[in-house]
C-alpha cells in the first residue's frame, strides 16, 4: 500500500452537526483538506465516511497517520 499524502502536521477543528455524514480525505490529496473532494480517484485511497454523532468541534487528521481514522490521535507528533 501507498503513503498518504500529508498535507499538515496538525489536526483540522471542524464544526461538525449531528447526524451530517462527512467523508474524510485518506489520500492526503484533496483540496478541501480534511475532507474528500475526489483526488482519490485512480488511487488504491477511498475517503473515511463518519456521521457525527453530536454538534461540536472535531478535530480530524491532516497528517494521515492516525490509527483512529478520521480523528486525531497525536500521531502528527510522532
Do not use: I, R
Not at 489520500?27 to 483538506?33: D, E, H, L, Y
Amino acid at each position: 500500500m501507498s503513503e498518504p499524502l500529508s498535507p499538515q502536521n496538525e489536526p483540522c477543528a471542524v464544526e461538525v452537526e449531528a447526524g451530517q455524514s462527512y467523508y474524510w480525505c485518506s489520500c492526503g490529496k484533496s483540496k478541501n483538506q480534511p475532507f474528500c473532494d475526489g483526488s482519490h480517484q485512480g488511487t488504491e485511497f477511498q475517503p473515511k465516511e463518519f456521521t457525527a454523532e453530536k454538534t461540536e468541534t472535531v478535530y480530524l487528521c491532516a497528517c494521515k497517520k492516525t490509527a483512529n481514522a478520521p480523528f486525531c490521535d497525536g500521531s502528527h507528533s510522532k
